[in-house]
């Protein structure tokens, strides 16, 4: 079936999701959680294709990788989908007009979601779930990274719906080669919303090329800032944890500020790093202060490609500051407005940073590790949003709807 057909099949479907129930999506969204476990091994088997097409070292490994105990969390996060709240039909606002004509902005489903993505096979049961459980029809266009993982997760996902009499059109993958790509962002009267999940280079194409409208996930560059005043404990395993924990993952450190009265402090922030072969790129005053602690094979000297890099990797930056203004202006300078921390006691410092950092997700004294829809109480995520227009941050069931006017009169007539 080519892509012009699958969109085609898609708008039809999704005119009937209108007229499904909620206690009968959140069944089906539990069977296709159960589904997904009992069929481990079969998604495992077609994940170990993919897998074996690109090397271990790559980057986007870790996010290709699915073993059962990742099956066993998606499937989780899409029980828990189930049994959040509908976000359909909420009355937003009410009013009653001079007139007598009672208004109300009511929450309603996007319609057709469109989501391109690259090596992240969970993210088809994610899109899945959020748009099934939020009224949405969904149209996925995966990399040929995960061909292998996409179909066979697919193929489960459609098998439970039609087991269940309902339209398997209601999700479409669609071929993994470019040209899919470009028919989707040109896909007018058929998709209402396109995301892209991915590298900077893919948000930033279809940003520039879709003809559709774009909610953008932007890359992570993440800062943390230990502050003049910041607990050395709470440091070390906030920066531990904020590196280490999955470094394939847009919420993952990727440069830590430190105040130049702490540089003591820097051996013991960073030592545990080394577990972990995390390569340190640092600044002068923090090369000289760990260069005798920190294994020489693991600590290079910054150059200006150290800063505003999403890593992705065992790698992390360091920049010494002379202030918590400077600190500000590294953040304002290099972030990708994803998610930002300072470690620190001094409240005063602490409000300033919550207003004057600009980030989907702003933390004070903890990893930024928990930017994650599923983290946030949200079942599961669509992506982060990194705009400001119609969604920011972990996008879930609440960012999937619009809104209506229900207008209702008693024979009023305009002037």
């Not at 009511?106 to 993505?117: D, F, N």
Request: net charge neutral; hydrophobic share 40%.
């Amino acid at each position: 079936m080519n892509t012009r057909d699958q969109l085609h099949k898609i708008k039809e479907a999704a005119r009937n999701m209108p007229s499904l129930d909620q206690k009968r999506i959140n069944e089906v969204l539990l069977a296709i959680a159960e589904a997904l476990k009992n069929a481990s091994e079969d998604i495992l088997t077609a994940n170990k294709k993919d897998l074996d097409r690109m090397s271990s070292d790559h980057p986007k490994y870790d996010r290709l990788l699915l073993n059962k105990e990742r099956i066993e969390t998606i499937a989780m996060d899409i029980a828990n989908t189930a049994n959040l709240p509908s976000p359909l039909g909420r009355i937003l606002s009410e009013k009653t007009l001079e007139n007598g004509l009672l208004l109300k902005k009511v929450s309603v489903a996007l319609g057709v979601v469109g989501v391109i993505y690259e090596a992240r096979p969970n993210v088809t049961l994610d899109v899945f779930a959020l748009c099934f459980k939020s009224g949405n029809a969904c149209a996925l266009k995966g990399g040929s990274d995960t061909m292998y993982s996409n179909k066979a997760i697919t193929k489960l996902i459609k098998k439970t719906l039609s087991d269940m009499n309902i339209d398997a059109d209601i999700i479409q993958l669609l071929a993994p080669e470019r040209e899919a790509a470009n028919e989707l962002m040109n896909a007018i009267g058929y998709v209402d919303i396109l995301i892209p999940r991915g590298s900077q280079n893919l948000i930033n194409s279809v940003r520039e090329n879709s003809k559709i409208p774009v909610i953008e996930t932007g890359a992570g560059i993440v800062h943390t800032y230990f502050d003049k005043y910041g607990d050395l404990e709470k440091g070390k395993n906030i920066v531990f944890n904020a590196k280490t924990r999955r470094v394939s993952v847009c919420n993952a450190l990727d440069c830590l500020i430190i105040h130049k009265d702490r540089l003591n402090d820097l051996p013991a922030l960073v030592n545990r790093l080394q577990e972990k072969d995390v390569t340190i790129y640092a600044d002068k005053l923090a090369f000289d202060v760990i260069q005798n602690i920190y294994p020489k094979s693991l600590l290079k000297r910054a150059n200006a490609e150290s800063f505003g890099t999403e890593f992705l990797s065992h790698k992390m930056s360091i920049k010494t500051v002379d202030s918590f203004q400077d600190a500000l202006n590294h953040i304002y300078k290099y972030s990708s407005k994803h998610s930002e921390a300072i470690i620190s006691e001094n409240m005063e410092y602490i409000n300033t940073f919550y207003s004057a950092v600009d980030a989907a997700a702003v933390y004070c004294n903890t990893s930024t590790a928990f930017t994650d829809g599923a983290q946030f109480g949200l079942g599961a995520e669509i992506g982060i949003s990194t705009q400001k227009l119609h969604a920011r941050g972990p996008m879930a069931l609440e960012e999937l709807t619009s809104y209506k006017w229900l207008i209702s009169g008693d024979g009023q007539i305009r002037e």
